[in-house]
């Protein structure tokens, strides 16, 4: 029961530190905010891929398919922090920013025979931006007008999940989360005349609403030492239960007196339905290759914007804001052997790249696609009562960039702890 309690202590620590913003982008002012990467240690090494990743050692979030084949001795317990530096790069100026976050806590065992469960707690979008343009209005009087943008929040996930196995090589398995967050943005349009107004926009949303993620996974034997899995997943997609908000003010500098206009669209934010499939090859049990393909149709449902056409302002729903986003990811493992009792045979070596297409429009162009690349370490933890866990560390690069706009160039130090422990063993004594 104390470490049952310690997990769940744990995990209390990490729902607090979620509410810290992950990201300094631009990007975020835009949709539900810049998209989480929600792969654990292992996965961040390789990338991402893990929709065919199937092993008894690590909990695999992305397909809760894989929950079946964990170890029936153990409870695993995995928790991750990142810290990232970001270059921004615009018409030849360049500022830099820091981000450190606690990521994610899970945790996963085998409840029956053939029965796996999972529970946790991961990001699902990040919010944080701060930042501000002047320009002259060419007028007479020099006059300049700034604009600034600031913007807060992000959305969060707890889950649990179970995999079962129906028979020998293959398994189903469903996530339910509890989503739950807000964002708050705001652009403050200020002249250098006092005799002109303030503009202020507000856009706010709170959210609280589930989330249910579907998978599937089937695994061979291609020879003695070697195999395959095949995975796939389907995240449902339906309206997050949430009414967002645009207010506007006009504040007369002069008088100080302030016109109000509140404008909210029901029901108006909803989730994708998402697709993916992924392969994973285990060859000679030392190697591992895999890849994911995810499609997120973000096409087809629209998201609240202010417009004022003919001095008629609204504050409804846009069905071209989106595009559907494509991703690609490769990765793969290395091992000498993982049952060695020599350290460095035990040492896990990990790569892998991804690509995204654009999901955005931002004023008629597509945002930005995503590239990047990630290396990584497995460093088993071997002492005298536990060689199982496993001290996860990667390096990640991630470019961001839309012809013409903003460009982000990211590196990423990701640091995970897996703790494998032996709850279930029962130990005999003579």
Known sequence: MKKLFCTF???????????QSGTNSPYSQYGLGVQADQSNGFGRGMNGVGLGFREGNQVNFLNPASYASMDSLTFIFDVGASGQITSFEENGK????????FEYAIAGFRAFKHLGMSFGIVPFTNVGYSYSNTSDVNDVNNTTYTNTYNGSGGLHQVY??????PFRG??????????????????????????????????TAEVGNYK?????????KLSKKSS?????????????????????ISLNSQTLVADTALYVVSNGLKLPHTFGAGVMLSLNNRLKIGADYTLQQWSKIGFPEYTV??????????NDYYRDRHKVALGGEFCRNANSRK?????????????????LNINGTDGPKEISVSAGLGIPIMNGWNARSILNISGQWVNVQTPGMLKENTFRINIGMTFNEKWFQKWKVD
């Not at 579907?214 to 061979?220: L, R, T």
């Open 212 to 220: 249910l993620d579907f998978g599937a996974q089937i695994s061979f």
């Open 160 to 165: 649990l999940g179970m995999g079962w196995e």
């Open 170 to 203: 293959f398994s189903l398995g469903v996530n339910g989360s509890y989503l739950w967050g807000n964002y708050n943005r705001y652009i403050v349009n200020s002249y250098s005349d006092s005799y002109v107004n303030t503009l202020s926009k507000y856009y």
């Open 9 to 19: 202590a744990l995990m209390a620590t990490a729902l607090a530190s979620f509410a």
């Open 94 to 101: 360049r500022i830099n920013a820091n981000n450190a976050n």
């Open 228 to 248: 395959m899995t095949l995975g796939l997943v389907y995240g449902l997609g339906h309206q997050i239960g949430a009414d967002p908000e645009c207010k506007i």
């Open 343 to 359: 350290f460095f045979d035990r040492v896990r070596f990990r790569a892998g790249a991804s690509y995204s297409t654009p999901y």
């Open 309 to 318: 056409v003919n001095n008629k302002p609204s504050y409804e729903l846009d």
